[in-house]
Structure formats: C-alpha cells, structure tokens
C-alpha cells in the first residue's frame, strides 16, 4: 500500500499495513528538531497528508481596511483574517500566543451586521485545488482539505464569544445571521474540495473544554448540529466516499452522538487529559476512527521517551489490526517538548508492527 491506500485503509478499518508519522511543531522546538535531525543523520518519514489550497476568495480586503471596524490602535505586526477579525502578536512565536479582537462585538442590530464585508468564497473548485489533488495521488498521498474553525468558531471570533451566546440564548436572528453567514461559506469550501478530489475534508470546532461541554446540548443541538450536517451533505452530494475528520479540543462525549449522526468519520483529537480512548473506542470504535490520543498537555512534554514508546505499542495493540486510530500528537507540539520525546514518538510509529 501506498501512504494514501493504507490510510484510507486505516481510517476504514479494513486493516492497514503500518502507522503513518504525522505530527506539526512550533517554531521553536521545529528549529531544535532539524537541528537534532541534521547532527544525527535522523530520518523522519514524509507526512501521509497532502494538504489542498482553499478556495478563492472574491472580495479580499487589504489588511489596513478592517481597521475602519475598530476604536483601539494595535501593535505592530497585528495581522486581519478574512472575516476581519484581528489578532495582535504575543511574546511567543505560536499560534495561539495572539490578542483577538472581534469586529462585530459592538454591533446590536441586524442591520449592520448586514452592512458588514463578510467574506465571499467561489461557488468553484479551482485550477489549484484540482492540480494539489492530482499531484497528490500521483505522489500516493492522503489529499486532505482543510476547513477548521467550521461554524462555532469562525462565529465567534468575529462576533465575540459572549456576544454570540447571549444572542444564542436572547436574539435568535443575529445568532443565526452569523452562523449562516459562516455556514455558507464553510459548505461552499467543503464543496469545492469535493469537487476536486479531495480524500478528506479536515472541520472542527472546539466545543468542549477540560472537563465539560462549551454550550448546553440543547444549544448545540439547535444551532451548530443542522448547520454542520449541511455541510457534511454538501460534500457527500458531490463526493459520496469523502472522508469527513471533526476536530474538537476538550471534552465532548455528550456530542460525539450528534456529531455521528452529523456524518463525521473520525474524531481528533481525542484528549487523554479529558476523555478516556479505550472507553470511547469500545463505545463508538466500530461506527467511528480517531486521530490524535497522545497527549500534548501531559505525555509529550513530560513523560519519557520509553512511556511514550510504551503508550504508543499498549494502545494500538488495543485497537487491533483492522485499525480505525490514526496515532499521534492531540495538538502541536510546543517548546517545552523534548526532542527525544518527538523522536521516540516517531521511532515507536516507524517499529510497531501490525499483526493483522
């Protein structure tokens, strides 16, 4: 098999024939790893995952535009995304070390959110995407879109997060303006991956924090569930055999019904910290596949090359041959990670054997 067969394999559970290493780092402890990885003659295998452009955006808005939405001066280096919502840099090259603002916290009636620039996505799969795709295969790799941040999020940071659940729970009409609004342009992202080819599509929202759920069941029910479901179906109505990943940080056994019946394929990244893997896989393990289960918060910077090695071997021995887990870091991994902690986890992946 190659890197995409054995994947698709995996996450089906049909078998598969060895772990893939996939794995993301920060600046800094990137900069240690090919360090580490150049003295020693290290050898780290390629990604199984290709990754696809988005789609083309119609109404890009220059970065010191979105100012206009504003009252407060930010530092130098503030970047604007395409909702406008801006982030100003923190003291740490990380992506989550970053001030948001969020554009449309100050506004109170429907008609300036209406008034607002809301991005716009092509209603077409581009040249770009299908060329990544076909490059993709060619090269025997999973061709993975990606659009996190798919509903709650995206909502959120434009809106502001109390903002948007005061309007859930007292002004049904903004909330469902912004969600929509988002929605619309997360299934048109999702269709146009399928329309090229894509393997997968990557969305998620987290909707869980350390020990319980974000939002009340009922709330998600009504407001994130059907909107996340019409994105799944647009996809599948192009695309019947996509793969759909969902992630969400945190605890979310509440959800992880809904999300099912939503049409999510695999779960990321599966906490350790917050949900207990082996409880999970003997519930849904025969319905749904994971990815992540390595713990970022705990294992990964604090535990020892041989815990890790040892974690890796116990819990895929536990899921069996047919697979259905997709190990791997539940998040970036940051600086206080060890390199030998990287490269343990790498040569655990790299040894185990299958014995399907």
Not at 79 to 97: I, K, L, T
Not at 149 to 157: F, H, L, P, V
Not at 276 to 295: P, V
Request: net charge neutral.
């Amino acid at each position: 098999m190659n890197d995409r067969e054995n994947m698709l394999s995996l996450l089906r559970r049909t078998g598969y024939e060895r772990m893939p290493v996939h794995f993301s780092m920060t600046p800094d402890i990137e900069k240690r790893f090919h360090a580490y990885v150049e003295k020693n003659g290290y050898r780290v295998p390629s990604s199984p995952f290709a990754g696809i452009p988005g789609s083309k955006l119609l109404n890009p808005m220059p970065q010191e535009s979105w100012k206009c939405y504003y009252t407060q001066e930010f530092a130098p280096g503030t970047r604007f995304d395409n909702y406008g919502v801006a982030r100003e840099p923190g003291s740490a090259e990380c992506m989550h070390m970053t001030r948001m603002h969020h554009p449309l916290e100050k506004m109170t009636t429907l008609e300036e959110l209406k008034a607002y620039p809301f991005p716009r996505l092509s209603a077409k799969a581009s040249a770009a995407q299908k060329l990544a795709v076909k490059q993709a295969h060619i090269r025997g790799k999973f061709a993975l879109g990606g659009a996190e941040c798919s509903i709650w999020e995206t909502a959120w940071y434009a809106r502001g997060m109390e903002m948007l659940m005061m309007d859930m729970l007292a002004d049904e009409e903004l909330a469902c303006f912004v969600l929509d609004t988002v929605t619309r342009n997360t299934v048109t992202s999702a269709v146009n991956f399928a329309k090229a080819g894509a393997d997968g599509i990557m969305l998620g929202d987290d909707i869980g924090m350390q020990k319980t759920i974000m939002m009340s069941e009922d709330l998600y029910r009504r407001y994130l569930k059907p909107r996340l479901k019409k994105i799944i179906d647009s996809a599948r109505a192009v695309k019947p055999d996509i793969i759909i990943f969902y992630h969400s940080c945190g605890y979310v056994i509440p959800f992880i019904e809904d999300l099912i019946e939503a049409g999510i394929d695999v779960l990321n990244p599966v906490q350790p910290e917050c949900m207990n893997f082996e409880a999970l896989f003997n519930e849904y393990g025969k319905r749904l596949s994971f990815s992540g289960t390595l713990g970022t918060q705990t294992l990964m910077p604090f535990g020892t090359p041989e815990d890790i090695k040892n974690e890796i071997k116990n819990r895929l021995d536990f899921v069996g041959p047919k697979g259905g887990l997709l190990i791997c870091p539940t998040h970036v991994l940051e600086p206080e990670v060890p390199v030998e902690n990287i490269v343990a986890f790498i040569d655990a992946c790299k040894a185990y054997v299958n014995k399907g």
